[in-house]
């Protein structure tokens, strides 16, 4: 039973362009949200996080947005450049439960120059 | 310098042999973690470590024992290799195992079994 979703495995974008990645959850109770990035042949690496009492949390070119009620998390990247190119990884956890991150499956970004 | 490292980055191996994975970090975290990638992509956490004892053990096989020598390393142990254990494994650390805590995670180990 998955807990976490991104339900778009791939998504192709124009450099100058705005990426939105999304992600959608189940438990009401994860209270922090992050967003890892990850090329190939490389470990996740951490890009952005949000906690639950926040809707929007900004860092540079990325912002992340929380919609509690609908139980969806997103990323915007603005403007995309070439080397965003990644797949993206949103992670989720649950107060009190000691470091468990929950991932999702992943998506690839591509961004043409 | 390497924040996470892990040995090795590849290993290929017949089925029933026992294998180890290192993990070692040098960021004076407190607490570590092993996470398996399957086929399917998803990165699921296996076992974390706080301060050298066991905090979360997910659903693993016996097979797979971890051992923390002291704090900044975090081995994993597996025995009786199956085709099912073919996967990237990925070691992370974190300052504590706070739910707020960001994870860094190590280049990974793609394991191979024939």
């Known amino acids: 039973d998955q807990q976490v979703k991104q339900n778009s495995p791939s998504l192709s974008v124009q450099e100058g362009r705005i990426s939105i990645l999304n992600c959608d959850y189940t438990?009401?109770?994860?209270?922090?949200f992050l967003w890892y990035k990850k090329y190939p042949a490389e470990g996740p690496t951490f890009l952005i996080s949000i906690s639950s009492i926040k809707d929007k949390n900004e860092d540079g070119r990325f912002t992340v947005f929380l919609n509690k009620s609908a139980k969806h998390l997103s990323l915007h990247i603005v403007p995309s450049q070439p080397g965003d190119s990644a797949v993206y990884f949103c992670a989720m956890i649950q107060g009190g439960s000691q470091g468990n991150l929950i991932f999702g499956k992943g998506t690839k970004l591509s961004v043409k120059p | 310098d390497t924040a996470v490292s892990q040995t090795p980055k590849y290993l290929v191996t017949q089925m029933g042999n026992d294998k180890s994975i290192k993990c070692e970090q040098n960021?004076?975290?407190?607490?570590m973690y092993w996470y398996k990638q399957d086929s399917k992509k998803f990165l699921k956490i296996m076992f974390s470590y706080n301060n050298k004892e066991l905090i979360i053990n997910e659903t693993v096989p016996n097979r797979f024992s971890p051992k923390s020598p002291d704090k900044a390393h975090l081995n994993l142990h597996i025995n009786s290799l199956e085709l099912g254990d073919s996967a990237v494994y990925f070691c992370?650390?974190?300052?504590?195992?706070?739910?707020?805590?960001?994870?860094?995670f190590g280049p990974g180990t793609r394991l191979t079994v024939l």
């Open positions: 438990n009401s109770m994860f209270d922090y």
């Open positions: 992370a650390s974190s300052q504590n195992a706070l739910g707020g805590d960001t994870q860094y």
């Open positions: 960021l004076g975290h407190d607490t």
